[in-house]
């Protein structure tokens, strides 16, 4: 008689061998995987913000250049009309009296009870 575990065996191999070739077909390696529809808009939208940035960067460093300008024209203004205001006031002044120190004898307090 024949021993059967060797066809066992054999249908065995054969059903695994059938199965890991279907796994591998319906992996399909060879086929390109298509890049996300969501990724691909997120990359567009970055892209779209960081030109955006760009640009109010360059809006924001004219505006500050400008008030830089300004304020440097400002305090030079305030610095000569301080200055304007200090000789009025000095000239207008009358002479202040020279600070003299004076020592007291100490105070004593006498109570009677």
């Known amino acids: 008689m024949t ?6 065996y054999a249908v ?3 059903l695994v061998v059938f ?17 996300d529809p969501r990724l691909v ?9 960081r030109a955006e940035a760009r640009i109010v960067q360059r809006i924001v460093d004219r505006r500050m250049a400008a008030y830089r300008v ?5 305090r030079a203004q305030i610095g000569l009309a301080d200055a304007r205001a200090q000789q009025a006031a000095q000239a207008a002044a009358p002479p202040t009296a020279s600070v003299r120190i004076v020592t007291l004898p100490p105070l004593t307090v006498t109570r009677t009870s």
Not at 19 to 35: G, I, L
């Open 41 to 49: 808009a997120l990359a567009q939208r970055e892209q779209r913000l």
């Open 19 to 35: 199965f890991v070739t279907w796994a591998a077909v319906a992996a399909r390696p060879w086929a390109a995987a298509k890049p």
């Open 12 to 14: 065995v191999l054969a």
């Open 70 to 74: 300004a304020l440097r024209q400002r």
């Open 3 to 8: 021993d059967t575990s060797h066809r066992t």
